[in-house]
């Protein structure tokens, strides 16, 4: 469990540069997320081969898992959508929310009872959200395209749960990744028509910035993601994901100078969503305490 939990830091902490390499490609969120795909399926799929750790898996599981990672991509187009309608701040923090998300959909798709309690840690961190969308009228459509993000988020983290069990994690994102790039190829056709681009083509920098982004922010984070879930629940690991904004947020300001664009209502509900996740530990904690008293009387 101490292991899982560390994974799952060093996870966050990778994932705070995710929104800072949204800003930096100049491509439009849906070939950004396309070529993400691309690159890191080629790079996946290599060091697999190399490493003989790709394993054969059914068509059925292979449509199961690509149908996973459709979810994937379409929460990467609408983050990244977030990211260029707003700010780098306002698209994570939205990401925030999924825990809310998380603990309404986890109990629907596992079929077990609400638990009122995850409800209300989840309530307080929308609650920050509301704040900024209420009283920062500017960001309000990255605000509702970060939202549709983060409920995407919430979907693929549970139900990448039920798909990793029975692989290794290597080839649970290969085909999660090759599955959502299918898709989006499908339907990139129809994104360009209605949102062009002057060139399908990424500069130098960009294909820099792709690789970088593909091998450490991709294969290195669901790695660690995926290794995490094999020994914690889904709403811990979206609630403790409500620290990734704070990563983002400091190298936002530092990188861009994010910090004269946003007012005091950002910083009280940021505020409200880091008080989400002290709830949520401390809650944990407790939790594992009265297990370790139970388990010790029982001896």
């Given amino acids: 469990m101490k292991q899982a939990f560390i994974k799952l830091h060093l996870s966050i902490l990778i ?52 149908g996973v990672g459709l979810l994937l991509g379409l929460h990467w187009v609408f983050f990244y959508a977030s990211i260029k309608a707003s700010n780098v701040s306002i698209g994570v923090v939205c990401f925030s929310i999924a825990g809310f998300f998380t603990a309404i959909f986890e109990p629907i798709i596992n079929r077990h009872r609400i638990s009122f309690k995850e409800l209300l840690f989840s309530i307080v961190a929308l609650f920050g959200i509301f704040l900024i969308f209420h009283f920062d009228t500017r960001y309000r459509t990255g605000i509702i395209l970060g939202t549709v993000s983060s409920a995407l988020a919430a979907l693929f983290v549970i139900t990448n749960k039920k798909v990793s069990i029975t692989y290794n994690w290597g080839t649970t994102l290969f085909y999660e990744i090759v599955g959502g790039f299918a898709c989006l190829s499908l339907l990139l056709p129809i994104y360009l028509h209605f949102f062009p681009v002057g060139s399908f083509v990424p500069s130098k920098l960009n294909i820099i910035y792709l690789l970088l982004f593909s091998l450490v922010c991709t294969i290195g984070l669901y790695m660690l993601q995926i290794q995490a879930l094999k020994h914690i629940s889904a709403f811990t690991l979206n609630l403790s994901y409500n620290l990734e904004p704070i990563y983002s947020i400091i190298l936002a300001m530092i990188i861009f100078g994010e910090a004269k664009d946003l007012d005091p209502a950002f910083y009280i509900g940021l505020g409200l969503i880091i008080l989400s996740v002290i709830l949520q530990m401390w809650s944990v904690m407790r939790q594992r305490k009265k297990s370790l008293q139970k388990e010790f009387m029982l001896e």
Avoid: C, H
């Fill in 15 to 66: 994932a705070g540069f995710t929104g800072i390499f949204g800003k930096l490609i100049t491509l439009n969120e849906g070939l950004l997320v396309w070529y993400r795909m691309l690159i890191t399926a080629i790079l996946l799929f290599f060091m697999l081969w190399i490493s003989k750790k790709l394993q054969r898996v059914p068509l059925k599981d292979m449509l199961r898992i690509g």
